[in-house]
């Protein structure tokens, strides 16, 4: 059995808020930390059936990216459901959902960049 290790290292400031997140990965072709501006994890618990999440985010994070962060997650999780159960219909749903999302936040975001 290979074992693999996942690093997040989080610099944090006075009030605990994350300024800088950092991940490595063991058998990533990358010898250094990388750099990113949000991280959501979900670890799954079998034993009391729940999702456990965590969701960070720094402050340079602008909105616009938090909005293809959050489109390609959930793009990204429509192709893992889709792989793992073979639910080709909820998937496409999903991506669907993920489209109309992304089309709505960016109307708002014109019409709010027009009120400026």
Do not use: C
């Not at 300024?19 to 501006?37: F, R, V």
């Not at 979900?42 to 985010?57: E, N």
């Not at 489109?71 to 159960?85: E, K």
């Not at 959902?97 to 936040?105: G, L």
């Amino acid at each position: 059995m290979t074992k693999s290790t996942i690093s997040i290292d989080l610099h944090l400031d006075e009030d605990k808020i994350p300024q800088k997140i950092e991940w490595q990965a063991s058998g990533s072709t990358a010898d250094e930390m990388q750099e990113a501006k949000a991280v959501m994890l979900s670890l799954w618990d079998g034993k009391d059936k729940s999702a456990l999440r965590i969701d960070l985010w720094t402050k340079d994070m602008m909105v616009d990216e938090m909005a293809d962060f959050f489109y390609q997650t959930i793009f990204g999780m429509a192709d893992t459901l889709q792989r793992s159960t073979h639910q080709e219909e909820l998937a496409a749903d999903m991506k669907n959902f993920a489209k109309e999302f992304y089309e709505k936040f960016r109307e708002q975001q014109m019409k709010e960049n027009k009120l400026r």
